[in-house]
């Protein structure tokens, strides 16, 4: 069973960047695809950029195509989200989430990170 805790979250200017962590426990990290996930007030959780075990699949979302990198360090058991020219409508709680079985299907998710994005 894997624990999932996300820190890095913070109030940010249009404009500006924020790097996500997201510290895993457990000992089968590496075996685990990893996702990030987002919602924002009044409106439902979305999906934001997955990366597989080894690294070698990643996805993101359109929304934040060429301004996110999703990345992952199997030796510190973390994976991370780095957030460039950050719109205010990337303001929402970001959430850290584990697939252990299947590409896609999450089974552990942390408690989320607040990212606020002003104008």
């Known amino acids: 069973q894997a624990q999932l805790v996300e820190s890095g979250g913070g109030l940010v200017q249009a404009g500006g960047s924020l790097r996500l962590s997201c510290a895993a426990s457990?000992?089968?990290?590496?075996?685990?695809?990893m996702g990030w996930f987002r919602q924002a007030p009044g409106k439902e959780r979305e999906f934001v950029a997955a990366?597989?075990?080894?690294?070698?699949?990643?996805d993101y979302a359109d929304s934040v195509k060429g301004r996110f990198t999703i990345s992952r360090d199997n030796a510190k058991n973390t994976v991370y989200l780095q957030m460039n020219s950050l719109k205010p409508e990337d303001t929402a709680v970001y959430y850290c989430a584990a697939a252990s079985q299947r590409w896609g299907q999450y089974d552990y998710w942390g408690q989320g990170t607040q990212v606020t994005v002003s104008s």
């Open positions: 990366i597989s075990w080894g690294g070698g699949r990643i």
């Open positions: 457990g000992r089968t990290f590496n075996r685990y695809h």
